[in-house]
């Protein structure tokens, strides 16, 4: 088990085997008329998270999956950041994990019993360590490796946070550093430096345990995590919800170390690509550098925030309890040409 590479074994790597946000929607479209599902307070329309099914007692039950190919070769890590991604989406809607299943595809002539377990183990542990089940799952077959969660959370209504609620004149803050997909996809070029994965792997298993704490902050207005559309793909979405537009400061948005190294060499996600494709029309000029980075698509990775400026004093302070020391990377304005300005 120790000589295997899970990451031969898939074509894709991580959020970045996601399909493209401008495909995606073409899929999603439906003929079909809509039926309203009055406790349905969150459910496809906002491109959120998670679906959020009001119970009718001042809370909500919150629902979601995720799930993808490896992104790193050592089973039990593959198994951890899959199930610390999945469980993200609750964090990010301001609502505490209740329990998980775990969704299972693995090419049984290929991969041993032995290397699958050790996945499931990797998904376990992070369970454990958000204080809930892994209560059951779903196993197939499958011509390429994959694993995830269907993570099942609650919230109290009044601490719901969505991604199509920013305002104008609010700072942007990211808890993780980016980076994420062009040090993975160095580890698959087989050209990454032994040690220079593991501040990738380590932000890919922290659990987003924070968003639970700040949505509970008056001065957070919208929040989501940033995963396979990268940073921009996802403000995109808060942009466009909201009705409003925004500036990111490249210089200010935290990369993990040797990311710009390893860009340099070439090793950009095809997920990149794919991400500027479908919405750089709403972006304002940038670099190379820039739209490789920004365009980056991320695995496990942080938190995108909406910060009323009243409130950036104390939103710092809470950060700062949880163990992040966070800066802004940029603010929140009216629609301008662009959706989302880059400088």
């Given at each position: 088990m120790k000589n295997v590479k899970l990451t031969e074994y898939s074509h894709g790597a991580g959020c970045g085997c996601k399909i493209s946000p401008m495909l995606l929607e073409e899929i999603l479209q439906s003929s079909r008329e809509s039926i309203i599902y009055p406790e349905l307070l969150v459910g496809n329309d906002s491109k959120d998270d998670a679906a959020a099914f009001d119970l009718g007692d001042g809370t909500s039950v919150l629902s979601t999956t995720d799930f993808f190919m490896p992104i790193v070769d050592d089973p039990f890590i593959f198994g951890k950041i899959a199930a610390t991604n999945a469980l993200s989406d609750i964090y990010a809607m301001g609502g505490k994990p209740l329990m998980a299943i775990s969704i299972f595809g693995w090419p049984i002539e290929k991969l041993s019993a032995e290397v699958g377990r050790e996945v499931i183990e990797g998904g376990r542990a992070v369970c454990e360590d958000a204080g809930i089940p892994l209560a059951g799952g779903h196993s197939i077959d499958s011509p390429e490796p994959?694993?995830?969660?269907?993570?099942?959370?609650?919230?109290?209504?009044?601490?719901?946070?969505?991604?199509?609620?920013?305002?104008?004149?609010?700072?942007?803050?990211?808890?993780?550093?980016?980076?994420?997909?062009?040090?993975?996809?160095?580890?698959?070029?087989?050209?990454?430096?032994?040690?220079?994965?593991?501040?990738?792997?380590?932000?890919m298993t922290t659990l987003n345990k924070s968003g639970y704490h700040f949505a509970k902050h008056e001065g957070v207005v919208a929040m989501t995590d940033v995963t396979g559309f990268g940073l921009l793909g996802h403000l995109k979405e808060i942009c466009e919800g909201s009705g409003i537009g925004a500036t990111v400061r490249f210089e200010d948005v935290p990369l993990l170390p040797n990311t710009e190294k390893y860009r340099q060499m070439g090793c950009i996600p095809g997920g990149a690509r794919k991400n500027f494709k479908s919405y750089g029309d709403a972006i304002s000029p940038m670099t190379q550098q820039q739209q490789e980075i920004l365009c980056d698509a991320q695995t496990s990775g942080g938190l995108l925030i909406i910060v009323k400026k009243e409130s950036i004093d104390s939103f710092l302070a809470l950060a700062k309890e949880h163990g992040l020391s966070l800066n802004a990377i940029g603010k929140t304005h009216p629609p301008k040409k662009h959706l989302i300005e880059v400088i």
């Open positions: 994959i694993f995830g969660l269907a993570a099942t959370g609650i919230v109290d209504n009044k601490n719901l946070i969505k991604n199509n609620t920013a305002q104008v004149d609010c700072e942007i803050f990211l808890t993780k550093p980016l980076g994420i997909g062009i040090l993975s996809t160095a580890q698959k070029q087989k050209k990454i430096v032994p040690g220079d994965i593991d501040p990738a792997i380590e932000a």
